[in-house]
């Protein structure tokens, strides 16, 4: 049941209706029709793992309390050991356990030991990495005491199976999700409007540019070996956008369904191809991983290897990006895309501009030239990169940007001329002028200060625009992960 | 309150907007909708994609009238993927057939692929490949504007296409397809696109004797409402081995269920050298007229 389907809809609408009449009274019921909403909601996408989530829900409610009660440090730290053992352990047997089987045997291959394998059949549950994250984020946040371990079954249960963020994040940490989770959620209009608007923005990415995207940048990765370099980076200026689109066009969905709830969910991109550096392009893409990568691996390393200063800086960037990679999947490919781009922040390490955050061109309409190229450059390096987040394997990529330096580069590709291209590019056009326009607002369309009449031709426009040229896929490119 | 007036408004304008576009360009965004915007029908012709393209039914109602037929005609013809011969498709077609006809005309067009099931399916155990798609996953099928095949099928809209008149779907059922091949070489590479497509389906799909079963159903039910004919139309003669190869005998197996069933069998399939086709498969909407004219005669000299 994804977000962008008639059988969603289906299942929103009696839930909401139900939320915000009979369940309306206090915090317990509306928690209970969450709850038992967001079960039958990760039943429908994956039955068959109901029991795994249910299981890590009751062991991880179990050994946060544990944690806390616990009077001694050392007893403490075991539970959390054991926190970390089950849910490290779930993801790597459910998502790595082939990856490092298969590395395992190469290795004996290599010192001539001769050992054949056979990979298991594991489903990836979905979700997982997701609700692992958070359920990992929790224990060390009990053990740390930033926040108090739940001790309330029913408002844990929910704060990891809630529904608009089980499937594909933003992953939530419990210090924002619990405490709207304990308080009695009150109707506001002006909250529910704002997630309308969030769902169409949502719907508008997904639909309309991830599809329209995908159309194109599909028959050109499949078959990259018989096109002009000229061609092959447009497709890849098209995959850095529809990947964007896809996964941000999700988050803005979920976070405006979660608001029709009165839940806010942490913001997952502020578009990020408008930053003139790597370090605030991470800032802005997929900031609930980012920020828990920061929280939880980042710091403590880096606090570890303070002593080698600079250098000890970059080793923490360069491991902490590399786990960023290898949680999108088991595959090289994603542990070069996150060694890529820790390797980007060096520069900016040595330079001392890492911490520079901003806003291109606050409060202007348009950015100065410095700002454009800047950001243009930085677009250019994402894009070549992002190749590797699309191939099958690391040599399909650099086959694929071998390619695309060759001569053939300077070659004008037809398929420019074709009505997909144009409409490609008129609809990203449009796309990219919406998003930088609201660059400095809450959310992509944040319009709820424009006057009505302008506020509703948005809706009609954009109505228009998903009617016309939007497409309905059955899944998004963040439920693989 | 305000929140409820304003969804309301929203979706009135939303639903407004729909709805004018199915009644102004029904047959342009969908190459199915109109049929399930029409009445029920006392005459249908039945069958493919090369019956949906190649039978018109404004000719069969002009060539027959004053002949003892209940008409106008319907063309009732899906593609191959919708329209298997089973107990389905039949289905639908009494669906869409108005309950007291005593006199109807069913033109069936029949093509070897319209006898093949996916290997997989056990169509004795009710497996057809079929099974979710339109006119099958559907109640309605004579309302307009239907929302139930806007909602069942939606994938299928292409709305962007109120801008363009490549196909239209008139209301007869009749698929004009305006997107004719401007040269010999789009010609051939059409025709390989449909080559390869056999193949694959070769590969996938074969005879059914369930299939050819439901056909000698099919007539012997739509002879309860009137005169049955069977046609085999036009395709390019590089077809015909591949046909022969997916579905052995054809021509012999129809053959022999029209004269238990005492209907006639026109076979067309040598004739694409009068009767042009646009891929190989589909006849050109230029050919198509005087293809259905010759049809008529046939059925008039029965």
Request: hydrophobic share 45%; glycine share 4%.
């Given at each position: 049941?994804?977000f962008?389907?008639?059988?969603?809809v289906v299942?929103?609408?009696?839930?909401l209706?139900?939320?915000?009449?009979?369940?309306?009274?206090?915090s317990?019921?509306?928690n209970?029709?969450?709850?038992?909403?967001?079960?039958?909601?990760y039943?429908?996408?994956?039955?068959?793992?109901?029991i795994l989530?249910?299981l890590?829900i009751?062991?991880?409610?179990?050994?946060?309390?544990?944690i806390?009660r616990?009077?001694?440090?050392?007893?403490?730290?075991?539970f959390?050991y054991?926190g970390?053992?089950?849910?490290?352990?779930?993801?790597?047997?459910?998502?790595?356990?082939n990856?490092f089987?298969?590395?395992?045997?190469?290795?004996?291959?290599?010192?001539s030991?001769d050992?054949?394998?056979n990979?298991l059949?594991?489903?990836?549950?979905i979700?997982?990495s997701?609700?692992?994250?958070?359920?990992?984020?929790?224990?060390?946040?009990?053990?740390n005491?930033?926040i108090?371990?739940?001790?309330?079954?029913?408002?844990?249960s929910?704060?990891?199976s809630?529904?608009p963020?089980?499937?594909?994040?933003?992953?939530?940490?419990?210090?924002?999700?619990?405490?709207?989770?304990?308080?009695?959620?009150?109707?506001s209009?002006?909250?529910?409007?704002?997630?309308?608007?969030?769902i169409?923005?949502?719907?508008?990415?997904?639909m309309?540019?991830?599809?329209k995207?995908?159309e194109?940048?599909?028959?050109?990765f499949?078959?990259?070996?018989?096109?002009s370099g000229?061609?092959?980076l447009?497709?890849?200026?098209?995959?850095?956008?529809?990947?964007?689109?896809?996964f941000?066009?999700?988050?803005?969905?979920a976070?405006?369904?979660?608001?029709?709830?009165?839940?806010?969910?942490?913001?997952?991109?502020?578009?990020?191809?408008?930053s003139?550096?790597?370090?605030d392009?991470w800032?802005?893409?997929?900031?609930?991983?980012?920020t828990?990568m920061?929280?939880y691996?980042f710091?403590?390393?880096s606090?570890?290897?303070r002593?080698?200063?600079k250098?000890?800086?970059?080793?923490?960037?360069?491991a902490?990006f590399i786990?960023v990679?290898?949680?999108?999947?088991a595959?090289?490919t994603f542990?070069f895309?996150?060694?890529?781009?820790?390797?980007y922040?060096?520069p900016?390490?040595?330079s001392?501009k890492?911490?520079?955050?901003?806003?291109?061109?606050?409060?202007k309409?348009?950015?100065?030239?410095?700002e454009?190229?800047k950001?243009?450059?930085?677009?250019?390096?994402?894009m070549?990169?992002?190749?590797f987040f699309?191939?099958?394997?690391?040599?399909?990529?650099?086959?694929?940007?071998?390619?695309?330096f060759?001569?053939?580069?300077?070659?004008?590709?037809?398929?420019?001329?074709?009505?997909?291209y144009l409409i490609?590019?008129?609809?990203?056009?449009?796309f990219?002028?919406?998003e930088w326009?609201h660059?400095?607002r809450?959310?992509?369309?944040?319009i709820?200060n424009?006057?009505?009449i302008i506020?509703?031709s948005w809706y009609?426009?954009?109505?228009?625009?998903i009617?016309?040229?939007?497409?309905?896929?059955e899944?998004?490119?963040y439920f693989?992960? | 309150?305000?929140?409820?007036?304003?969804?309301?408004?929203?979706?009135?304008?939303?639903?407004s907007?729909?709805t004018?576009?199915?009644l102004?360009?029904?047959?342009?965004v969908?190459?199915?909708y109109?049929?399930?915007?029409?009445p029920?029908a006392?005459?249908?012709?039945?069958?493919d994609?090369?019956?949906?393209?190649?039978?018109?039914?404004?000719?069969?109602?002009k060539?027959?009238?004053?002949?003892?037929?209940d008409?106008?005609?319907?063309?009732?013809?899906?593609t191959?993927?919708?329209?298997p011969?089973?107990p389905?498709?039949?289905?639908s077609?009494?669906k869409?057939?108005?309950?007291?006809?005593?006199?109807?005309?069913f033109?069936?067009?029949?093509?070897?692929?319209?006898?093949?099931s996916?290997?997989?399916?056990?169509?004795?155990?009710n497996e057809f490949v079929?099974?979710?798609?339109?006119?099958h996953?559907m109640?309605?099928?004579?309302?307009?504007?239907n929302?139930?095949?806007l909602?069942?099928?939606?994938?299928?809209?292409?709305?962007?296409?109120?801008?363009?008149e490549?196909?239209?779907?008139?209301k007869?059922?009749?698929l004009?397809?305006?997107?004719?091949?401007n040269?010999?070489?789009?010609?051939?590479?059409?025709?390989d696109?449909?080559?390869?497509?056999?193949n694959?389906f070769?590969?996938?799909?074969?005879?059914?004797?369930?299939?050819?079963a439901?056909?000698?159903?099919l007539?012997?039910?739509?002879?309860?409402?009137?005169?049955?004919?069977i046609?085999?139309?036009?395709?390019?003669?590089?077809f015909l081995?591949?046909?022969?190869k997916?579905c052995?005998?054809?021509?012999?197996?129809?053959?022999s269920l029209?004269?238990?069933?005492?209907?006639?069998?026109?076979?067309?399939?040598?004739t694409?050298?009068t009767?042009?086709?646009?891929?190989?498969?589909?006849?050109?909407?230029?050919?198509?007229?005087?293809?259905?004219?010759s049809?008529c005669?046939?059925?008039l000299?029965n």
């Amino acid at each position: 049941m994804i977000f962008n389907s008639l059988s969603f809809v289906v299942f929103l609408v009696p839930v909401l209706l139900i939320y915000w009449s009979f369940f309306r009274k206090n915090s317990s019921y509306q928690n209970i029709i969450l709850l038992i909403s967001s079960l039958i909601f990760y039943a429908y996408a994956d039955y068959r793992f109901l029991i795994l989530l249910i299981l890590s829900i009751g062991i991880n409610y179990f050994l946060g309390l544990k944690i806390r009660r616990s009077e001694k440090e050392l007893i403490q730290r075991r539970f959390l050991y054991l926190g970390l053992i089950f849910n490290i352990g779930l993801l790597i047997y459910f998502k790595y356990f082939n990856f490092f089987y298969e590395g395992f045997v190469k290795i004996l291959n290599i010192f001539s030991i001769d050992a054949n394998y056979n990979t298991l059949n594991i489903l990836l549950p979905i979700g997982i990495s997701f609700f692992t994250f958070q359920t990992l984020g929790y224990l060390i946040d009990v053990y740390n005491e930033e926040i108090n371990p739940s001790n309330n079954l029913l408002e844990f249960s929910l704060f990891i199976s809630y529904f608009p963020k089980i499937l594909s994040g933003p992953i939530e940490r419990a210090k924002s999700l619990i405490p709207q989770i304990e308080k009695k959620r009150i109707f506001s209009y002006e909250v529910f409007t704002d997630g309308l608007r969030q769902i169409l923005w949502g719907l508008f990415a997904k639909m309309v540019i991830a599809e329209k995207c995908a159309e194109i940048v599909n028959p050109i990765f499949d078959n990259y070996e018989n096109h002009s370099g000229s061609l092959l980076l447009i497709g890849s200026f098209f995959y850095a956008i529809q990947l964007y689109a896809d996964f941000s066009g999700y988050s803005n969905m979920a976070i405006g369904i979660s608001k029709l709830f009165g839940i806010q969910l942490m913001r997952n991109f502020a578009t990020p191809f408008f930053s003139t550096n790597i370090s605030d392009y991470w800032r802005k893409w997929h900031i609930s991983l980012t920020t828990w990568m920061m929280d939880y691996v980042f710091t403590p390393l880096s606090f570890t290897l303070r002593s080698y200063q600079k250098r000890g800086l970059v080793i923490s960037i360069i491991a902490t990006f590399i786990l960023v990679g290898f949680w999108h999947g088991a595959n090289w490919t994603f542990i070069f895309y996150g060694l890529l781009h820790g390797l980007y922040f060096i520069p900016l390490v040595y330079s001392g501009k890492m911490n520079k955050s901003q806003i291109v061109a606050k409060g202007k309409l348009i950015p100065s030239f410095k700002e454009l190229f800047k950001m243009l450059a930085l677009f250019v390096l994402i894009m070549l990169t992002d190749i590797f987040f699309r191939a099958n394997t690391v040599t399909e990529a650099f086959n694929y940007i071998a390619s695309i330096f060759s001569y053939s580069l300077f070659k004008f590709p037809n398929e420019l001329l074709s009505s997909s291209y144009l409409i490609g590019f008129v609809l990203l056009a449009f796309f990219i002028l919406v998003e930088w326009k609201h660059r400095e607002r809450h959310h992509d369309f944040e319009i709820s200060n424009y006057n009505i009449i302008i506020r509703w031709s948005w809706y009609i426009i954009i109505f228009l625009l998903i009617l016309f040229f939007g497409k309905s896929s059955e899944t998004f490119i963040y439920f693989q992960f | 309150m305000k929140l409820l007036l304003k969804i309301i408004l929203a979706s009135f304008i939303g639903i407004s907007i729909i709805t004018f576009i199915l009644l102004k360009f029904g047959g342009q965004v969908d190459s199915f909708y109109n049929k399930f915007t029409t009445p029920k029908a006392s005459s249908m012709i039945i069958g493919d994609s090369r019956a949906l393209t190649g039978i018109r039914p404004n000719v069969v109602n002009k060539k027959l009238a004053g002949k003892g037929f209940d008409l106008p005609m319907l063309n009732y013809s899906f593609t191959i993927a919708q329209a298997p011969i089973g107990p389905l498709y039949r289905e639908s077609i009494l669906k869409k057939l108005k309950p007291n006809t005593k006199n109807g005309l069913f033109i069936i067009s029949l093509s070897p692929l319209m006898l093949l099931s996916e290997n997989s399916h056990d169509n004795y155990n009710n497996e057809f490949v079929e099974d979710d798609l339109s006119p099958h996953n559907m109640d309605f099928v004579d309302i307009n504007p239907n929302y139930e095949y806007l909602i069942d099928n939606y994938n299928s809209f292409h709305f962007k296409a109120v801008f363009r008149e490549n196909l239209i779907l008139q209301k007869n059922g009749w698929l004009q397809d305006n997107n004719l091949p401007n040269t010999r070489e789009e010609y051939e590479k059409r025709r390989d696109w449909w080559i390869n497509s056999y193949n694959n389906f070769d590969k996938r799909y074969s005879f059914s004797k369930y299939r050819l079963a439901s056909l000698d159903t099919l007539i012997k039910t739509l002879k309860g409402y009137g005169k049955v004919h069977i046609a085999r139309l036009p395709v390019d003669p590089i077809f015909l081995p591949l046909e022969e190869k997916m579905c052995p005998r054809f021509d012999k197996l129809v053959d022999s269920l029209s004269n238990i069933n005492n209907v006639k069998y026109y076979n067309y399939k040598n004739t694409s050298d009068t009767y042009k086709t646009l891929d190989g498969a589909h006849l050109s909407k230029l050919y198509s007229d005087k293809f259905t004219e010759s049809l008529c005669d046939s059925i008039l000299k029965n």
